[in-house]
Each structure stands twice: as C-alpha cells, then as structure tokens.
C-alpha cells in the first residue's frame, strides 16, 4: 500500500515562508519522479514543481525563485521549502509521485497525497 503524507502546510501573511513535507511509504521515491501540485477552489490542479531520478528540478514560472523543491532518499521524504508567499499562492498543496520520468501532468502521476492547506493572507 503505497502512502504519501503531506505536513507543515498553514496560514501565513504576504512575504512569508512555510516549509512542506511528504512522507512516503509503500514505494522509493529514488525510483521515479516526486512532484508538488497545487489547487485553489475553482481551478484545476497545477503543477508546482516536480524532481526526477537525477534530482533534477523543475518549477512551474509563477513559483521559480521562490519555492525549492527537494528530497532525502534515505528518508524517503520530497521537502517544498515556500517563501516571498503571496495571496495567489493560496491553494490545497499535493504531494505527488509517477513512475518513470517527470511530466507537468497531474493525470499522468500515480500516487498522491491527501493535500495540506496552504493560505497567505494579510
């Protein structure tokens, strides 16, 4: 049973940072792509930023220089450290894993989180 548990997700103000976790069990995230997806209400779920085998990172533009992906093998945990947080920003933050190579695609991962809820507000 493969498991990915999102934390550290809150409420912050404008310009602030937060700091995400996901621990995965059931499944090597050494052994695929591990990705952050992001949904506010009455949107569609969008990528954030994902991280490959090589531990290659890639950002979606309204996040790069902000937000750093990253993950631990030997803990098995991906990490999405927020800061310079802005209202746009607010949406329910899923932690995500695929198989194989990264795409942008949510329909295309395998294994997902049940989100943590991320909201910057003055």
């Known amino acids: 049973q493969v498991q990915l548990v999102e934390s550290g997700g809150g409420s912050v103000e404008p310009g602030g940072s937060l700091s995400l976790s996901c621990a995965v069990s059931?499944?090597?995230?050494?052994?695929?792509?591990m990705g952050w997806f992001r949904q506010a209400p009455g949107k569609e779920r969008e990528k954030v930023a994902n991280?490959?085998?090589?531990?290659?990172?890639r950002y979606a533009e309204s996040v790069k220089g902000r937000f750093t992906i990253s993950k631990d093998n030997t803990k098995n945990t991906l990490y999405l450290q927020m800061s310079g947080l802005k209202p746009e920003d607010t949406a329910m933050y899923y932690c995500?894993?695929?198989?194989?190579?990264?795409?942008?695609?949510?329909?295309?991962?395998?294994?997902w989180g049940q989100g943590t809820q991320v909201t910057v507000s003055s």
């Open positions: 995500a894993a695929r198989h194989g190579g990264c795409t942008h695609f949510a329909k295309e991962y395998n294994y």
């Open positions: 991280i490959g085998i090589d531990s290659a990172a």
């Open positions: 059931g499944y090597t995230i050494s052994g695929g792509c």
